[in-house]
Each structure stands twice: as C-alpha cells, then as structure tokens.
C-alpha cells in the first residue's frame, strides 16, 4: 500500500488549498489518518487526524481554518485549508498506521511530502 500527497502550493495569506492523500487501495474505513507538516528548521508536527470512524482532531493552531474529509469510493483523505497565515509554510504529509494482521500488527505509511508556501 501507498500513499501519494498532491495540492501544495504557492498561496497568499488569506488563500486557500486542498491536499489530498490517495491511497493505492481501500484502507481509511478501517485506519486512522493524519496529516503532518514540518516548517524549515522545525520538527515535524501533527496537523489533523480523522479516525477510521470518522472523528477529527486538530492541533489548536488550525482549528476552524483546516478542514480533514474522506471519500472512500476514490480512497483518498482531503486537508481542506483556508485562511492560511505564514506559519502554515511547510512540507505536509500523510500518515496512516495500518493493521496488517489478526494480531494488531501495524505498519507505518507516509506519503511523499507536498509543499505548501504562504506569503506574507
């Protein structure tokens, strides 16, 4: 399985972008999904989480400006992101750890990174 991250972009402050995160077949109805991203010189840092039942979780500096969504029928989890502000700059990437077996075996999943670049 693979995930692939595509919408980055250059946007300015106040604009909008979508990510996206497709998976190469069906596993978010059954896994949890986050989104990562890592400012220059910074660590990377959760975003958003959307769980495999439909929970969200954001990371107080996005709330209500980012938006997580899924859409199984093209296995693909969506970060809506609006009003984005300077320090939304970095490289986002999708995360899913997933069960490979009976016994609760996982194994961890990044998508490539996509860049996204706000200007001030």
């Known amino acids: 399985v693979q995930l692939q991250a595509s919408g980055g972009g250059l946007v300015q402050a106040g604009g909008s972008l979508r990510l996206s995160c497709r998976a190469s077949?069906?596993?978010?109805?059954?896994?949890?999904l986050q989104w990562y991203r890592q400012a220059p010189g910074k660590q990377r840092e959760l975003v958003a989480t959307?769980?495999?039942?439909?929970?969200?979780y954001y990371i107080d500096s996005v709330k209500g400006r980012f938006t997580v969504s899924r859409d199984n029928a093209r296995n693909t989890v969506y970060l809506q992101m609006n009003n984005l502000k300077f320090e939304d700059t970095g490289v986002y990437y999708c995360?899913?750890?997933?069960?490979?077996?009976?016994?609760?075996?996982?194994?961890?999943?990044w998508g490539n990174g996509t860049l996204v670049t706000v200007s001030s």
């Open positions: 077949r069906s596993i978010f109805g059954r896994n949890d």
């Open positions: 995360h899913s750890s997933i069960v490979v077996n009976v016994e609760g075996s996982t194994i961890d999943l």
């Open positions: 959307l769980t495999s039942g439909g929970s969200t």
